[in-house]
């Protein structure tokens, strides 16, 4: 038990150093040669201007925070991590949306307050059979993947949605470091030849696909 204590403990020291560090050498933009990440490094991840949804989101995740305390369930993600989804919802004003997993509802009313209430699909448990369903129907211009508590899961929704990624979807997914081997899958299907563009926020990734751009993967601090 002490070993295993050590282990988690030096995991969250080189976790803090790895992120502190990023945050030195890769913000505002510097290094990024592509003026489409510049420009969404900028107006998007950096973004400091107060949106009138901030209010909504805020109190909608208070009553997470509250109701993960009283069922013993898993926190949400810090604050940041919504307000920085609102804005990349907003900037990317999707038509159709899809969920995989759920936080209590925070990322649902995130998404729906971002696009003016359009419909956000949310598939939560089932991957196999809801998501071959839902693909058999719809090809969705933004996808959320929350952190999966399953490796399997996560092996489930990669293989699924690898052929579904289309010209100038954006893909966010969350925990891309949960662990190694969420990590190494989050890399595997990264390499998709339609996404083009990775940028790399250390918890979570923003992809983009589209033939407009050169495929690289940017790091970027958050």
């Given at each position: 038990?002490?070993?295993?204590?050590?282990?988690?403990?030096?995991?969250?020291?080189?976790?803090?150093y790895?992120?502190?560090?990023?945050?030195?050498?890769?913000?505002?933009?510097h290094?990024?040669?592509?003026?489409?990440?510049?420009?969404?490094?900028?107006?998007?991840?950096?973004?400091?201007?107060?949106?009138?949804a901030?209010?909504?989101?805020?109190?909608?995740?208070?009553?997470?925070?509250?109701?993960?305390?009283?069922?013993?369930?898993?926190?949400?993600?810090?604050l940041?991590?919504?307000?920085?989804?609102?804005?990349?919802?907003?900037?990317?004003?999707?038509?159709?949306?899809?969920?995989?997993?759920?936080?209590?509802?925070v990322?649902?009313?995130?998404?729906?307050?971002?696009?003016?209430?359009?419909?956000?699909?949310?598939?939560?448990?089932?991957?196999?059979?809801?998501?071959?369903?839902?693909?058999?129907?719809?090809?969705?211009?933004?996808?959320?993947?929350?952190?999966?508590?399953?490796?399997?899961?996560?092996?489930?929704?990669?293989?699924?949605?690898?052929?579904?990624?289309?010209?100038?979807?954006?893909?966010?997914?969350?925990?891309?470091?949960?662990t190694?081997?969420?990590?190494?899958?989050?890399?595997?299907?990264?390499?998709?030849?339609?996404?083009?563009?990775?940028?790399?926020?250390?918890?979570?990734?923003?992809?983009?696909?589209?033939?407009?751009?050169?495929?690289?993967?940017?790091?970027q601090?958050?």
């Amino acid at each position: 038990m002490a070993t295993k204590g050590r282990e988690t403990l030096t995991r969250k020291i080189t976790k803090h150093y790895n992120k502190a560090v990023r945050k030195l050498l890769h913000r505002k933009g510097h290094g990024v040669h592509s003026p489409f990440v510049f420009n969404f490094i900028i107006r998007v991840i950096e973004e400091k201007a107060r949106y009138y949804a901030y209010e909504q989101i805020e109190e909608e995740y208070k009553k997470s925070r509250q109701q993960a305390r009283v069922e013993s369930k898993q926190k949400p993600l810090p604050l940041k991590y919504y307000k920085l989804l609102y804005r990349v919802a907003n900037r990317v004003k999707p038509q159709t949306i899809l969920e995989c997993g759920n936080d209590n509802g925070v990322v649902t009313q995130t998404l729906a307050l971002a696009t003016k209430n359009k419909n956000v699909a949310t598939i939560k448990t089932n991957y196999e059979f809801s998501l071959k369903n839902y693909f058999a129907e719809t090809a969705p211009d933004f996808i959320y993947i929350h952190a999966q508590p399953l490796v399997e899961d996560c092996k489930t929704i990669y293989a699924l949605l690898t052929p579904q990624v289309k010209e100038e979807q954006v893909i966010v997914i969350s925990g891309i470091r949960t662990t190694k081997q969420t990590y190494n899958l989050f890399k595997e299907f990264a390499m998709n030849t339609r996404i083009k563009v990775t940028i790399d926020l250390y918890d979570m990734a923003i992809l983009v696909a589209s033939t407009k751009l050169n495929k690289q993967t940017f790091k970027q601090g958050f």
